[in-house]
């Protein structure tokens, strides 16, 4: 009898063991918040987290236009989805939330369903629980070396091809242009068109205060920001700055009463949560699972690049609860952002609890803040998605003398990933990439078995004293293996 205990205590034991560490590989916080350097990091994480929150206020809210949202959606993803992944990820130096390509693909997605009896919560909420759903097959079937299809030339072209359709619907809010934006085949050439149709409802007074916000982020892009990096660590939220003394000076001279558009109503506390539908899933599984890929390709990318061991299965995972429990709460679906992690990278962050002190921060912004965005124009937040696009541009245009360089055949991809974005939309412009990257992955395959053969020969002929073997043909093959290597790591998208 006392065998049995002793073997059932073992048994008990080492069950008990297993769920630990399972819950411990699940939830990374419980490994490294017991060992976190409090003395050492937690001053660098605090001005870290509060920099990063000044930052998501005005993105947050920007990048909710983009998504055809509520304003507070962005808010709640940059405070819920950030936190929750902060419990589950992995990244370390990283700023999940929302961000500017997956709010774009959002709203895309918002305006292609047709039955009107669903609202934009309805719809948001079912598409960002796809995605977790998307998120957690690839969990269960261990799809992280998908990753191998997110080449530089098919996600450069995909990301110029959306940072494009930022632009053009974001240029109308300088203008205080109040016309709706075009989706699907041509679109991005009926928007431009628009933009020239509704001159007359130029607003100038809007004009103006959007010439002067842009003036200020662009010469801080290229001067202030260098000039102060200099003199001190300290990265000035230069957005939030902006929005502040907008809301200030629109509240002062009533900008509403000019005919200046602002944000007006903005609703306070928590949200109301609410369920997907499942009616809706037959009309937006599609656009959920380009979100997915896209999302996961950007956040990918900017975690691997600057963390040094990152567990792309728990990654998986950590994205996909995020999205599962975010979905209702008003959320749109979360992604690492390019511009807030290489702010967190210039701050010397430390650990996730950065982001765990910039989620507690717009809590209760969240809470009591609402009626401080009622002046803010819209032409602000036009002016902060216009930079953001602009920024996502130029990176697209430093890319693409290397990627023609490297190869006719990788110019072509990334070419045609951007006219598939221009002519159809996004979702085109993702199915046009990967199946064009697959095809190049699949020869690379059949060219690296030919070449195995070709060095076995060569081999062979060496051993037997004969060097009757094709170099030319071999060094072709190896010139080919070497243009075609996976350049993820060094993708840079925001």
Request: charged share 15%.
């Amino acid at each position: 009898m006392e065998g049995n205990t002793e073997k059932r205590g073992c048994k008990d034991g080492k069950y008990g063991s297993m769920i630990v560490n399972y819950l411990r590989k699940r939830i990374p916080i419980l490994v490294w918040l017991p060992k976190y350097r409090w003395k050492d990091n937690v001053l660098l994480d605090v001005i870290a987290g509060v920099t990063l929150m000044f930052i998501n206020v005005p993105q947050g809210l920007a990048f909710s236009i983009l998504a055809n949202v509520d304003l507070m959606y962005g808010l709640y993803t940059c405070c819920f989805g950030a936190f929750i992944y902060s419990v589950l990820g992995t990244a370390h130096i990283s700023s999940f939330g929302a961000v500017a390509v997956g709010s774009i693909l959002t709203g895309e997605a918002v305006s292609k369903v047709t039955n009107t009896s669903f609202t934009t919560s309805e719809i948001t909420t079912t598409l960002t629980f796809l995605v977790g759903i998307w998120y957690f097959i690839g969990f269960i079937l261990r799809l992280g070396v998908i990753t191998i299809l997110f080449r530089k030339p098919f996600v450069s072209g995909f990301i110029a091809s959306c940072a494009l359709h930022i632009l053009v619907k974001s240029i109308k809010m300088l203008f205080g242009i109040r016309a709706a934006n075009a989706n699907g085949l041509l679109s991005f050439f009926y928007n431009c068109y628009s933009i020239v149709e509704h001159y007359q409802m130029i607003n100038y007074p809007t004009v103006i205060m959007s010439a002067t916000v842009l003036a200020i982020l662009i010469l801080n892009l290229a001067y202030f920001r260098h000039i102060l990096a200099k003199y001190t660590k300290f990265i000035l939220p230069i957005e939030a700055v902006v929005m502040m003394a907008a809301t200030l000076i629109s509240y002062l001279f009533n900008f509403e009463s000019l005919g200046i558009p602002v944000v007006g109503e903005v609703p306070t506390g928590l949200p109301v949560p609410h369920f997907p539908e499942m009616s809706l899933i037959s009309e937006v599984w599609a656009s959920s699972l380009t979100v997915a890929i896209i999302t996961y390709a950007t956040s990918a990318t900017m975690t691997l690049l600057f963390n040094k061991s990152i567990d792309t299965d728990q990654e998986l995972f950590a994205l996909a609860a995020t999205n599962l429990i975010c979905c209702n709460l008003q959320c749109i679906p979360i992604a690492n952002s390019m511009m807030r992690t290489m702010v967190a990278v210039n701050l010397e962050v430390k650990s996730l609890l950065s982001t765990i002190i910039s989620s507690f921060l717009l809590f209760f912004i969240i809470l009591y803040g609402g009626p401080l965005f009622y002046p803010l124009p819209n032409s602000v937040l036009g002016c902060i998605i216009v930079v953001s696009a602009g920024q996502l541009i130029i990176q697209r245009i430093k890319d693409v003398k290397a990627i023609w360089k490297s190869s006719l055949e990788n110019g072509f991809i990334w070419l045609a990933s951007l006219s598939a974005g221009l002519i159809a939309d996004l979702q085109m412009s993702m199915l046009v990439g990967a199946v064009l990257t697959l095809r190049q992955i699949m020869f690379e395959v059949a060219d690296k078995e030919k070449l195995d053969k070709l060095k076995k020969l060569e081999q062979e002929n060496v051993e037997n004293g004969k060097l009757e073997f094709s170099e030319p043909e071999t060094d072709k093959l190896l010139e080919n293996n070497k243009q075609h290597q996976p350049v993820i790591v060094t993708n840079k998208v925001g």
